[in-house]
């Protein structure tokens, strides 16, 4: 494990390869979404185990990560000896050259750098961050150009197919968030994509929400719909937001007897062998998941809910790539509860969850786990033989 200030560069696969091998597969490519707090590298590490093709990193704000070495070493870890996952560095910027040293800056340890164009928190919008950048197109589209060219000056390859095979190939993308009049969402995207034949940017995310709505409702999948028919010929899209189950995945198909994608399943299909919806009947190229993944790791690998081993193998990297407990213990508290999907087993029960918070150092805590595990599964001492 290490920091940004290592010599030795992690070894990186081209998003777009990713991209690409996912479609020549026919079949979507999996992103664990930018998480604040959450998608650090142990978690990274579980969820790349589980299925996840692509990891974001937590949003991390340029400016501060150009000026402070402790913020480098606090906001980015990787791993130099053992699995580093895919990773998108996503960046907090609202100006072009910050943005762009940032990125030269991590580029020899990540696959490609995102702007964040999406986060609707308010500390953020009020400093022309995250979603109030959705009202700045043009200074979107200069900070992508002038990343690029500072990326191409220090020898990265940002021609995207071109360099896609290169071990030196970087990508640059933005996630974003939509508007009302979804015409402004268009005209931003005209303007950031640039021209189809000589796209600014390598894909783009969308989370068809706007900054002003919660959560808690339904994302937009007629915006959705209108965007992806309108850019995926273009450049691949990610849809963010409300991936929760594989059998229930908030899209339709461009086919019309698969109008709903809501999979039947067989009782007696194994999630390796469930049917799922083909990205070659619909104008996207995957999915992002945050919240759907915090519950459930395994949530790309077609578990419904969270097995014990997905719990065992997180609790294994946070060994080796250390997290404060109390990160450690919300994480926990997730996998152990009901889900997001339709499947609402638990690891644990509400008094047994409630537990959890009580502990004040990481031995007592994989204890209690190391006890549950064997009492629900019969697997005697499951952590402390692994670690």
């Known amino acids: 494990?290490?920091?940004?200030?290592?010599?030795?560069?992690?070894?990186?696969?081209?998003?777009?390869?990713?991209?690409?091998?996912?479609?020549?597969?026919?079949?979507?490519?999996?992103?664990?979404?930018?998480?604040?707090?959450?998608?650090?590298?142990?978690?990274?590490?579980?969820?790349?185990?589980?299925?996840?093709?692509?990891?974001?990193?937590?949003?991390?704000?340029?400016?501060?990560?150009?000026?402070?070495?402790?913020?480098?070493?606090?906001?980015?870890?990787?791993?130099?000896?053992?699995?580093?996952?895919?990773?998108?560095?996503?960046f907090g910027a609202n100006d072009p050259q910050e943005l762009a040293r940032a990125s030269s800056l991590i580029a020899p340890f990540v696959s490609g750098v995102d702007l964040n164009c999406g986060c609707p928190q308010s500390w953020a919008c009020a400093e022309t961050l995250g979603a109030a950048l959705m009202n700045e197109r043009e200074r979107v589209r200069d900070m992508v150009v002038e990343t690029r060219q500072y990326l191409e000056r220090d020898g990265w390859g940002v021609k995207m197919e071109e360099d896609m095979h290169s071990p030196k190939g970087r990508s640059v993308s933005v996630k974003i968030?939509?508007?009302?009049?979804?015409?402004?969402?268009?005209?931003?995207?005209?303007?950031?994509?640039?021209?189809?034949?000589?796209?600014?940017?390598?894909?783009?995310?969308?989370?068809?929400?706007?900054?002003?709505?919660?959560?808690?409702?339904?994302?937009?999948?007629?915006?959705?719909?209108?965007?992806?028919?309108?850019?995926?010929?273009?450049?691949?899209?990610?849809?963010?937001?409300?991936?929760?189950?594989?059998?229930?995945?908030?899209?339709?198909?461009?086919?019309?007897?698969?109008?709903?994608?809501?999979?039947?399943?067989?009782?007696?299909?194994?999630?390796?062998?469930?049917?799922?919806?083909k990205p070659s009947n619909t104008n996207l190229s995957g999915f992002m998941s945050a919240r759907g993944l915090l519950a459930n790791p395994a949530l790309f690998a077609g578990h419904s809910s969270c097995p014990w081993e997905t719990l065992e193998t997180f609790m294994c990297n946070v060994a080796r790539c250390p997290l404060p407990l109390k990160l450690v213990v919300h994480h926990v508290q997730e996998m152990c509860a009901p889900g997001m999907g339709g499947d609402k087993s638990a690891l644990l029960n509400k008094k047994e969850r409630a537990k959890l918070v009580e502990f004040t150092n990481m031995a007592d805590l994989i204890d209690f786990l190391d006890e549950k595990i064997e009492e629900y599964t019969g697997q005697k001492g499951g952590m402390r033989r692994d670690l």
């Open 1 to 90: 494990m290490g920091s940004i200030t290592r010599d030795a560069a992690v070894a990186s696969s081209h998003p777009l390869k990713i991209f690409d091998a996912a479609k020549r597969q026919d079949r979507f490519l999996y992103a664990c979404a930018p998480m604040v707090r959450y998608s650090k590298l142990a978690f990274r590490q579980t969820v790349h185990k589980y299925g996840v093709d692509l990891c974001w990193t937590p949003m991390i704000l340029a400016k501060e990560f150009n000026r402070n070495q402790f913020a480098r070493d606090s906001d980015f870890t990787i791993n130099t000896s053992g699995v580093q996952p895919p990773t998108i560095v996503q």
């Open 177 to 277: 968030r939509v508007h009302d009049d979804l015409r402004r969402t268009m005209d931003f995207l005209d303007t950031v994509i640039g021209h189809p034949q000589n796209r600014l940017v390598d894909w783009v995310t969308i989370h068809p929400r706007t900054r002003h709505t919660p959560s808690t409702t339904p994302i937009r999948t007629e915006a959705l719909e209108i965007l992806t028919e309108k850019y995926s010929r273009t450049l691949p899209i990610l849809l963010s937001g409300d991936v929760f189950d594989l059998a229930t995945l908030p899209i339709r198909s461009t086919i019309p007897d698969l109008a709903t994608l809501t999979v039947k399943e067989d009782p007696q299909d194994t999630p390796a062998t469930k049917q799922q919806p």
